[in-house]
């Protein structure tokens, strides 16, 4: 990164059920979070005008409260985006923004979205009053974010599991740059909530709550409630484990590499206490939310998970990014 101002762009993470924001300023080469919200849509995304749209970033950047100047990058739902291996000169459809990156792994990748979704949030981000600078690839965004991971090594391979309400995307990463990109079969969040629903015969507008809660060790049987909780939530992310052991196999195989030694999750699937655990168990590797203990934090900026953050303060950053490859 070269820092060319004192104050990064206003990210905005514009996802299927929340809206994030951050935005982060650099004092002597340091980076600190000066700003943050997390907002849940009033609506569901699909269908949604841009006049609607911009009210749900305006919440979030009231929400926000120390956002500063007017230059934006956003990103959309991996939900809205197809990310697919392509060659250098295969053409993309007109109706669909792209763009392509290289991988490191003797192949490109394109990510595309449909046109009309990006002029929206353009112009959403415009009736908010900001000025909408780039438009990112989620994949990219994390691979940057990785950068600010624990005991981060830039030759070191490290995974992402981008674990949002409607989608999951896994990433392999070295120097924060996406050298792997795969869309996950069984979907995000929402498919785990409802399976979990169903299996402790509760209604799913509760399971939410209780997931985020852990259960409750307060009762007399609150080890029970707990444990049932788990075996819950074991069983509805079964699916996800097992496609991500064939992802980690195919891999090893493309990129003639060992495989991460260690995942972070981001999204909703990070902020859901031991869920994460459960999925390193599964594949006998170390897997937890993903949190940037090196990034300073201002005083009274909102207590916000990092792993829900991360692609909002990686587009934050794009403001000081050299190399841009792959934003559309």
């Known amino acids: 990164m070269i820092w060319k101002s004192t ?3 206003i990210g905005v993470d514009i996802g299927a059920r929340a809206i994030k924001v951050a935005q982060l300023t650099s004092d002597h080469n340091r980076l600190r979070l000066s700003a943050a919200s997390v907002s849940v849509r009033a609506s569901e995304a699909e269908g949604i005008s841009p006049r609607e749209l911009a009210d749900q970033i305006i919440a979030a950047r009231v929400l926000a409260e120390r956002l500063c100047g007017s230059h934006a990058a956003a990103t959309l739902s991996m939900n809205d985006c197809r990310v697919e291996p392509s060659m250098a000169d295969d053409a993309v459809s007109a109706d669909r923004c792209a763009g392509r990156w290289v991988a ?33 690839g989620q ?44 869309r996950l079969h069984g979907g995000g969040m929402a498919d785990v909530c409802q399976s979990v629903a169903q299996s402790l015969s509760l209604p799913a507008k509760d399971v939410g709550r209780l997931l985020r809660g852990g259960g409750d060790n307060t009762s007399a049987n609150g080890a029970g409630v707990t444990r049932a909780i788990r075996d819950a939530v074991k069983d509805a992310v079964y699916p996800l484990t097992q496609e991500l052991k064939r992802t980690l196999e195919h891999l090893g195989g493309k990129l003639r590499t060992p495989g991460p030694k260690r995942i972070f999750v981001f999204g909703e699937g990070g902020a859901v206490p031991g869920l994460s655990t459960l999925v390193g168990e599964a594949l006998g590797l170390t897997v937890e939310p993903w949190s940037a203990p090196a990034l300073d934090r201002d005083t009274g900026v909102a207590v916000v998970p990092d792993c829900l953050l991360g692609q909002a303060i990686a587009l934050s950053a794009l403001a000081w990014d050299s190399s841009q490859e792959g934003v559309l």
């Not at 003797?106 to 009309?116: F, K, P, W």
């Not at 990785?146 to 090594?153: E, G, K, N, Q, V």
Request: proline letters at 2%; a negative charge; charged letters at 25%.
């Open 7 to 9: 104050r990064g762009w």
């Open 104 to 136: 490191g792994s003797g192949a490109d990748y394109t990510l595309s979205v449909d046109t009309r979704r990006v002029e929206d949030a353009v112009e959403s981000l415009s009736v908010a009053g900001w000025q909408c600078e780039a438009i990112d």
């Open 139 to 182: 994949p990219l965004a994390i691979a940057r974010a990785l950068r600010l991971s624990p005991d981060y090594h830039r030759e070191e391979l490290l995974g992402a599991l981008d674990f949002g309400a409607a989608s999951a995307t896994f990433i392999a990463s070295t120097n924060g740059l996406a050298r792997y990109v795969r």
